[in-house]
């Protein structure tokens, strides 16, 4: 089990590569972590709903990923309101009051996955959540140190020492542990260094004397491009390229969820895509994407309060592709309905630049798709016929009002079922979906069309191959990396002595 003195120590990413490792040796290695909080998340083949950071470990170890890697899974909707997802279901929007009332009798549903992926995999890398060392949670703790114990895991403890303090942090967590929890603590890891290690030697000698916990390794700080677990992402702050022959504006969205639609986009060489937050950022875009929201009614209230609503609908009337996905695709429509209270109540007009209405139901739509794009007008004609692979989560059903400029964007095909159907719709140059990971199976599709529509002509620089930016294999590589980095700063033979000797 990987923990960490905090959030965003970097565990999920040494979960993945310890995965990889494993899979490279020989072993047939699966990710586990019980609850998982993040608005980031991935559709199973059989359309049930985990966290995205458990679909990249077991992309990294090679392996379908499945709803026992992430029994739980908490998607917030607003300041202090969460939807419960048990073993990829809806099952209630609690406050946190309610869920750390409830959370223990969720324990069977934990027990009951993590024992289904025990049975199939020779090694289960289990990641915990936060903190272990909160001792005013730890009485309703169902992920860090609970779970050490369910599962007689040894415990790796990973501090960040970018942020600062580390060795404070750590010698500060296992002091608050009780002596039964500091025993599952077999090895410590310092992940984010930058800088001479021969420096940090003396400082990691008195740390092991003081702990009496031998230091495994000292991991670099690691520029690898890999699918973001939350908000907490660096990505939000950077920018593709200083300038390009196509610039796209995401809308950072106060509740975004499942910007991971645009990482195939943001790696095209040349081109320019950031993430937008002020109303006199737009232009110059040559496309403006509305990304998906855990709660569409609170973030377009929000693009009206920033002005930023305005400005997307002056730019569509000057003829800038506005593309939305998912929430924001409901968005660009005409009004919202939300009868069931699922998000705010009652009604919202939107941005009508769609000639859709939206209204809020209880079922909570969950499909993997594949299909293609229906012949389409504007700038992004070219897309047309071009195929798609994603997945839909939304709450709200999307009805079309018949207009005779209006028409479905796609035709998709659910994965599991078997069941076509339509989807999204386009007018002129606005364009609307509920398909996440609309642009993975073709980015480069999209960029010729954006630069064509200004008359210019994408070519891929003379550094790269057109094979270079499929994006599958650029992520798998991306996991070797990944594990090269591991092997060769952790000192694996001790981690496979702590496996062979548990707890």
């Known amino acids: 089990m990987v923990q960490g003195t905090a959030s965003n120590v970097g ?9 990889r490792i494993f899979k490279q ?21 059989d359309g049930l709903e985990i966290g995205r950071a458990q679909a990249v470990q077991a992309e990294a170890a090679g392996i379908e990923p499945t709803i026992d890697m992430n029994p739980i899974l908490l998607k917030p909707s607003g300041t202090a309101q969460a939807q419960i997802i048990v073993q990829g279901e809806v099952f209630n929007d609690l406050n946190p009051e309610g869920y750390y009332a409830y959370k223990h009798t969720l324990a069977p549903k934990i027990k009951e996955s993590f024992e289904r992926l025990s049975q199939d995999f020779d090694i289960i890398v289990l990641e915990g959540a936060g903190s272990p060392a909160e001792i005013n949670l730890k009485e309703n703790d169902i992920v860090n140190m ?6 007689k895991a040894p415990v790796l403890l990973a501090g960040d020492i970018d942020r600062g303090g580390v060795f404070a942090s750590i010698a500060g967590t296992l002091l608050l542990f009780t002596e039964e929890e500091r025993r599952f603590v077999k ?7 930058r800088g001479s290690q021969t420096l940090l030697e003396p400082g990691l000698r008195q740390l092991e004397e003081l702990i009496r916990k031998p230091v495994l390794g000292v991991i670099p700080y690691i520029e690898i491009d890999i699918d973001d677990e939350d908000s907490l ?15 796209i504006g995401v809308i950072h969205l106060p509740h975004i969820a499942n910007f991971t639609d645009f990482n195939a986009l943001s790696r095209i060489p040349g081109i320019r895509l950031r993430y937008v937050s002020h109303a006199d950022a737009l232009a ?13 009614m609170a973030d377009l209230r929000w693009l009206r309060q920033t002005g930023l609503a305005e400005a997307v609908k002056k730019l569509a009337i000057c003829g800038t592709p506005i593309f939305g996905i998912c929430g924001g695709y409901q968005i660009l429509g005409i009004g919202l309905e939300d009868p069931f209270n699922v998000e705010y109540g009652g009604t919202m007009e939107g941005l009508a630049l769609l000639p859709v209405t939206t209204v809020f139901t209880k079922e909570k739509i969950r499909t993997r798709v594949q299909g293609y794009f229906a012949p389409l007008e504007g700038i ?45 719709t386009f007018a002129g140059n606005i364009y609307g979906t509920y398909i996440h990971g609309i642009f993975d199976a073709d980015p480069l599709a999209l960029i010729k069309a954006l630069c064509s529509g200004k008359g210019a002509v994408y070519k891929i620089p003379d550094a790269y191959a057109e094979e270079d930016l499929n994006f599958k294999a650029y992520k798998d590589k991306q996991y070797d990396i990944l594990a090269d980095c591991l092997r060769r700063y952790i000192n ?12």
């Open 492 to 503: 694996m033979e001790q981690v496979y002595a702590i496996l062979e000797e548990g707890i």
């Open 233 to 247: 992402t660096e990505r939000f702050n950077r920018v593709s390229a200083s300038s390009g022959l196509a610039d």
């Open 11 to 19: 565990k999920t990413l040494i979960v993945a590569g310890l995965c």
């Open 146 to 151: 609970y779970m050490a114990r369910q599962a």
């Open 380 to 424: 992004l004609a070219p897309l047309s016929g071009a195929a798609i692979e994603g997945y839909e989560v939304h709450m709200g059903a999307t009805r079309l009002i018949n207009d005779k400029d209006a028409v479905s964007l796609a035709q998709i095909q659910n994965i599991s079922s078997g069941e076509h159907k339509l989807d999204g």
């Open 187 to 193: 090895g410590i890891l310092i992940n984010k260094f």
């Open 284 to 296: 110059p875009a040559d496309m403006i994407i509305i990304p998906g929201t855990k709660n569409t």
């Open 25 to 45: 040796d020989g072993y047939r290695a699966a990710p586990f972590k019980s609850q998982n909080m993040a608005l980031n998340s991935y559709i199973t083949k």
